[in-house]
């Protein structure tokens, strides 16, 4: 029987009768696993015998997790990763060869950017970086030698909305891949392989996780590309998951979906407040009905999630002096936490982002970044605003 998403997260792929009726996953906290024989060794080693060989090649509970998020994401299989940037990394080195070239989103996690940049040094992979308007600008992007389409959206931390259905229509006519970074969504509110896309990856450490407590990665797609990922650049390069971190992603999961409907909700509301202080030159999230990318994030999102940008009046000074003075909102570089958390782009997320490109990706020194956490709406909006008003 399928069951709705609300459902899945809490029960898919776990049979307490199969683990001495735990109610909880049990965190399998081994490094290795026992053959029952030198015949047995062999064949394990083989793949004739799907039993577990050595943690770095699978774990029980790191499974589970795995079953869960491909299932959540509407994918064939999943895989963990003790980062967002090793699933990061693990995809675009799978998918990628000396001397091809990636076609980007304008506006990338700044640790994923410098990745793409150590990649142009060493192996001449160019990347372009484009905002993908329409079918016609992005024909004209791709080229002979493009392995894959490199999208996030909404775009960290500008908040402009990438239209998937349309990538993953033109990339078709390529037979290349489309990779999306769903971070800032999470499958409760986007799912891009529904979208056509091929393959979505997370950093979990943001709402998957959503206590600040962990630090992950998922990835999730067809069976074969999985399967790939897992026995070379997960195998040999080796940024694993721990058993104990899968468990918190999984204890996490159960509560995703009344998490993201609370972030989503406690930002709409302060979003409508901001867009009314004198103090505030601009206001970008994905569900504001004045954004220009409103009816794209409407077709492909259930809800805007918790991360708003503003540009307040001023420059450097004036967004540091603004950041100095919030009370209990934590100045903070991550997202999706219980806690709001907010943080100055320029100066931390994207400082590696070369001036140049950090503008053009729309990263001004006025620019913050802000993850709606689980508090009172009211009080959020109140730290905001004495803030502001002290400008
Ligand atoms: C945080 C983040 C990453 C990197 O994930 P880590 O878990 O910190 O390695 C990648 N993409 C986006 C959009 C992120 O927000």
New binding site residues.
Partial sequence: MTKRFETDVIHHGYDSKEHFDSLSTPIYQTSTYTFANAEQGEKRFAGEDNGFIYSRLGNPTVRHLEERIASLENAEAGLAFS??????SATLIALTKANDHILCSQG??G??FGLLELMSEKYNIQSDYSLMESEDILRKQIKDNTSLIYV?TPI?PTMKIIDLEMVARVAKEFNIPVVV?N??SSPYLQRPIDLGCDIV??????YIGGHGDV???LLVGKEDFISEVAMTTQKDIGGILSPFDAWLLLRGLKTLPIRMDRHSQNAENVVEQLKQHPKIKSVHYPFDHNNPDYEVAKKQMKLGAGVIAFEVEGGKKEAQAFLNRLSFIKLAV???DAESIIQHPATM?HAVVPEESRLNMGITDSLIRMSCGLEAWEDIWNDLKQALDQM
């Fill in positions: 980062s967002g940037m090793a699933a990061v990338l996690y640790c994923t996030e960290n970074d971070t800032f990856l997370h950093s979990a450490t943001k630090v992950a990665g991550s997202l999706g997320t």
